[in-house]
């Protein structure tokens, strides 16, 4: 492989894992979205079989349909509850849809996810494969790569002396 192509390829491999960032963002907003759907969903369930048992009464006989044709409003009531029964179901297919719907999307996300799944060690192993190529074909940039590395090396040193000044300035504090 010349650098030219693994350069093309670290490219490429950057793309996927910014789509990667991408795709776990929207997979947590769809399970957000998801679960209100998700009770939502099961309230209006409810609703329906609510209002279906409220309309069984009122047709079946019992107190409720006596008070009911007693007060005149017995037909009032049976047919404002089957009317509320219509909207009910309409609105829960309705949710019913989104929710299986939302079902799907974050599968094909989840999915899209997996596939994903090993960019980020790709992308690790091509650059290993740069450096190798750059140290054997370049001594003077295997030199400027030493001294990064050294510094970098350095800093990292550093930043956990700072980190460990700080642990302990807070430890005297506390007490």
Known sequence: MTLKE?????VEINELRENKDTFISKRNELENVLDKQLVEDKKLAYKVTYLQKELETLEKGGVKRFISSVTGKLNNKISYAKTSIEKAKA???EKHDEVESLQSELYKVT?????????????????????????????????????????INNSEFQLKEVLQAIEYGEAANAL
């Open 111 to 151: 999915k899209q996810l997996g596939d994903l799944d090993g960019i980020d060690k790709e992308y690790k192993e091509l650059i290993k494969i740069k450096t190798d190529l750059i140290i054997k074909t370049d001594p003077e940039r295997k030199m400027q790569m030493d001294e990064y590395k050294s510094q």
């Open 91 to 93: 609105l829960y297919a």
């Open 6 to 10: 693994i350069n093309a390829k670290i």
